[in-house]
Every structure is written in structure tokens, then in C-alpha cells.
């Protein structure tokens, strides 16, 4: 069975930083990409970034750039995003999925959504 599993989500300050973590098992990992994502409240499902099998990575939102940093480790099955300087309006559940192989730029393009982590940053 495939499986994401987030976690590392929680209330921060403003200017704070966080670590989530995206779990995968039920597939061959390093063959494929992992994309992270978020929701905000009556908001439509954002890309936030995107780590293929080369480990290129890919910034989806321009709010996100220099804040925000990802990073897989294949002997872990886990991609990681590095959160710092959080603000408010970054406020959102945060989910990964997976792609074969390349990131994309179409969130329909994503499949085997995590049920995300929520993230709180207060001002």
C-alpha cells in the first residue's frame, strides 16, 4: 500500500522556523518525485516545491524563496522541508504526494496525497 505520512507541523511565531517531514513506503522511492503543497482556509491547494530523482529542486510559490528549503533522503524514504522566517500568511495545511521520476508543474499531476500537517504561524 502506498503511503505519505507528514508530520512536523505546530504553531510558531512570526520569524520562526519549522521542519516538516514527508514518510513514503509502499513504492520505490528514489524513482520518483515528491512535491510539497498547502491549503489555506477557503484557499485553493498551492504547489509549494518539488524534489525529483536528481535531487534538483523546484520553488512553486515566489513567497516561499529564500525561506524555504527541500531536501530527500532515499535511505530514509523521506523528503523534508525546511521552513524559516515563517509568517502568517503561510498559515496552511501542508501536504506532500509523488510523481514518477519529474516534478510538474500541474497539482493534478501529483498522486497519493499524505493527510497533511497543519501549520500556524501567529503575529
Known amino acids: 500500500e502506498v503511503q505519505l505520512v507528514e508530520s512536523g507541523g505546530g504553531l510558531v511565531q512570526a520569524g520562526g522556523s519549522l521542519r516538516l517531514s514527508c514518510a513514503a513506503s509502499?513504492?520505490?522511492?528514489?524513482?520518483?518525485?515528491i512535491g510539497w503543497f498547502r491549503q489555506a482556509p477557503g484557499k485553493e491547494r498551492e504547489g509549494v516545491s518539488c524534489?525529483?530523482?536528481?535531487?534538483?529542486?523546484?520553488t512553486y510559490t515566489d513567497s516561499i524563496k529564500g525561506r524555504f528549503t527541500i531536501s530527500r533522503d532515499n535511505a530514509k524514504n523521506t523528503v523534508f522541508l525546511q521552513m524559516n522566517n515563517l509568517k502568517p500568511e503561510d498559515t496552511a495545511v501542508y501536504s506532500c504526494?509523488?510523481?514518477?521520476?519529474?516534478?510538474?508543474?500541474?497539482?493534478?499531476?501529483?498522486?497519493?496525497w499524505g493527510q497533511g500537517t497543519q501549520v500556524t504561524v501567529s503575529s
Open positions: 504526494a509523488r510523481k514518477q521520476r519529474w516534478c510538474a508543474l500541474r497539482v493534478i499531476d501529483f498522486s497519493d
Open positions: 509502499g513504492f520505490t522511492f528514489d524513482d520518483h518525485a
Open positions: 524534489i525529483d530523482i536528481d535531487n534538483r529542486n523546484y
